[in-house]
Structures are given as C-alpha cells and as structure tokens.
C-alpha cells in the first residue's frame, strides 16, 4: 500500500482502511490469534510528518513478517491511535489500547511528557506490557529504572554530549540552547548543561517556546542578542523551522544544531534552504542513506516493496529498527505470548544483532543502543555524514 501526503483527514481515513482490511487475512483453515501491538502516534498537529513517518517504518515490517506467515503462526495486527502529540490524549487512548486482552505489547509513542506521564500514573505497570522503541530519548523515561519501556535509541542527554564534545572541539565555547519548554525540551537543555559543567563551562543564552506551537519570537530576540557562538536547539519540526528562518533573517550567525528528532526535509521547506543550509543535527541510528550495513539494504528493500514513493529518512527507519527488535522479542515469547512473557523475552536480547546494528538488554537494562554521530544539511538541501 502507498502512503503518500495527504491532508491530516484523509491520510487518517486511508491508515484506518488500510488496518481494517490489510493486516490479517485469512490463509483458510485454522489459525492462531493475531498478535495486536498498540501504538499511539502524533498522526495530526505539529508533529504529523514525523508520527506518519513512525507508523511506516513499523509498517513495512510488520507487513513483511505477516507475508512470510507471520510469528508462531500468528499475523501482527498494528492498530494505531492519533494522539495530535497531546499528553492527556496519549495517556487516554494508551488506557483504551491496554484495555484490549488481545494488545501484547506497545509500541513507537512519541513525546517525553506523554510517555512520562504514562510512567508517573502507573498506566504502563498497570497494563503491564512493554513499550518498545518510543521516538524519545528523555532522560525521566530511562533513570531511574522502569521495566516497561525498551528503548532502541540513544537518550537526550547523550546526543547533548556527543553535540558540546563536537562545539568544544572546533573552539567553539559559547553554546547556548533553544528549547521546548516542557519535559521533553528541559530534558534536552538539563543534557547540555551537564556536558558545559563536565567542561567548565556555562550556558551563554537559554530560552524557550510553548509546547504545540511555532511562537519562537522571543526566543529568537534573547538568542540575537547574546553572545553565543553556537545553538543546541531542543525543538521538534515546525518550531525548529520557525526559529531558523526569523533567526536567519533577523541576522543570527551562531551555529545552529538540533536533536535528532526533527526532519531534514521539513526544515528545508519550511525555513527555506538559504537558512536551514548547515545545520547540524545529532543522530541516533547509523545513516539510513547510504546501504552499507545489512539492515539498511533490508530496509530500502521493504520501504520500495510495502511503502513504494515513501523516502528513505531516519525516523522510519528508527521505526524499522524497532519493529525487529520487537518482532524478536514475540519470538523469543513462543506461541500465543502473554505480555509479561514478552517483555521476559525482551529483556533477554542480551547483543542481538539486527543487522550491523547491536541492541544490548538485560533485566537492569533496558537503553539498547548509545550510538549518537552528527550529521549537516548541505547545500542542495540532502542531510550530508
């Protein structure tokens, strides 16, 4: 099935058809229960793009596995929720899905204050089912220890100390932050604090916008008048695409970086190339553009065969990494797998190798990766190694 781009409305009507009548079908005579895996993603409002990006880098894979006669028998059933990245929403439609008997695991929610918020309610221990692969890397989801949640990427506070080691590096030691005022956004501004002071060194200029919305006038003024040499922007697609232009435009010359949660491509756009050429942005899963290690050729495989005209981008293939990782974890659970099973068996991918990349868990364990590299936005608009 094709997922192009369309408005939020009718995307949604096409993603609800295709759960209908797509991923389960009958092969005649009996067979075992699907295994339904739940996801809420941010399908509408700011962070749209990237939670249909989320939804397809699961999707291909899922479809592949049900093509081959799925797990044990069983065919994966992937229902998906829109949340609009808003909290009370996650924490409500997480509830209906672990009301569901026939949910064994979560997977790929979106948002350090939403999947925290499920934490601090008990929401995921009272289901009692994992949560595997959530598009965050908050520092509040990973210490101190839960055992709900599987995380396949590494956390904000690594990206922050990979993003100062590389600023310190070329001389550069007035580094300030832009970010997301919410847990999401102090989590990533507490990061960069901590790799500063690991250096002697201090915030030259902090400032923040509102969560669910691209009002970034004043944090473009307090960034313009400080001294920085260089911005970590803590900051999702649309408000990161705000600051970069009025900054760009007003006379900002620092050196502009973000985390890894944004879209390249949706920078580009949306700022305009002239502002958004040379940012640099942390990454948290090899180069996805480039197929030199095994599970990447696997994945541009299925991206062409299960999502033909969907580009290749780090988000889906985030996704991607985590579905396998999941789709391992409902093996190693056996036939008709309880939740608590299934996060038994997660927790037991000690160095599973997905395919050039290894995910280490264990029952004190739960970050399986700390990669982080920096990538830039060239000058034709492609994200450049």
């Not at 929720?81 to 929610?109: C, H, I, N, W």
């Not at 520092?139 to 990979?162: K, M």
């Not at 590096?169 to 990061?191: N, P, S």
Request: hydrophobic share 45%.
């Amino acid at each position: 099935m094709k997922i192009g781009i369309y408005g939020v409305s009718r995307w949604c009507v096409a993603l609800a058809i295709w759960f209908l009548t797509g991923t389960s079908t009958a092969l005649g005579g009996p067979t075992a229960p699907d295994l339904v895996i739940g996801q809420v993603a941010p399908l509408s409002g700011v962070l749209a793009s990237t939670g249909r990006q989320m939804v397809v880098g699961g999707r291909i894979y899922f479809d592949w596995i049900n093509d081959r006669g799925g797990v044990h028998g069983a065919k994966l059933r992937q229902v998906v929720m829109d949340d609009g990245y808003e909290v009370e929403k996650s924490v409500q439609q997480t509830r209906s899905l672990l009301a569901q008997p026939d949910v064994v695991a979560l997977f790929g929610f979106a948002g350090t204050a939403n999947v925290a918020r499920l934490l601090s309610e008990g929401v995921l221990a009272q289901g009692g089912a994992a949560l595997v692969a959530p598009y965050t890397g908050g520092e509040p989801l990973r210490s101190p220890f839960n055992p709900w949640i599987f995380h396949v990427r590494a956390g904000y506070a690594d990206e922050a100390e990979h993003l100062v080691q590389h600023l310190v590096t070329l001389g550069v030691k007035r580094i300030g932050v832009m970010y997301q005022d919410d847990a999401f956004g102090h989590a990533g501004r507490m990061g960069v604090e901590a790799a500063l002071t690991k250096r002697n060194l201090e915030l030259a200029v902090s400032a923040s916008y509102a969560r669910n919305t691209d009002e970034v006038s004043a944090a473009v003024n307090a960034i313009r008048h400080s001294d920085a040499q260089a911005v970590v922007m803590i900051s999702i697609n649309k408000p990161t695409a705000a600051f970069i232009k009025r900054y760009r435009e007003a006379g900002g010359r620092a050196q502009l970086y973000n985390i890894s949660v944004v879209d390249p491509n949706e920078l580009v756009a949306l700022a305009g190339l002239k502002n958004a050429q040379g940012l640099g942005i942390s990454q948290v899963v090899p180069y996805p553009y480039t197929a030199n290690l095994s599970v990447i050729r696997e994945y541009h495989e299925l991206l062409k065969k299960y999502a033909p005209g969907e580009a290749v981008n780090y988000t889906s293939f985030e996704q991607f990494l985590g579905a396998k990782v999941l789709v391992e974890g409902l093996r190693r659970a056996g036939p008709r797998p309880t939740r608590s099973r299934v996060v038994a068996a997660l927790e037991s991918m000690q160095a599973y190798d997905l395919g050039g990349i290894e995910i280490h868990y264990a029952p004190d364990q739960r970050v399986g990766s700390r990669y982080v590299e920096v990538t830039l936005i060239g000058s034709s608009g492609k994200l450049l190694k």
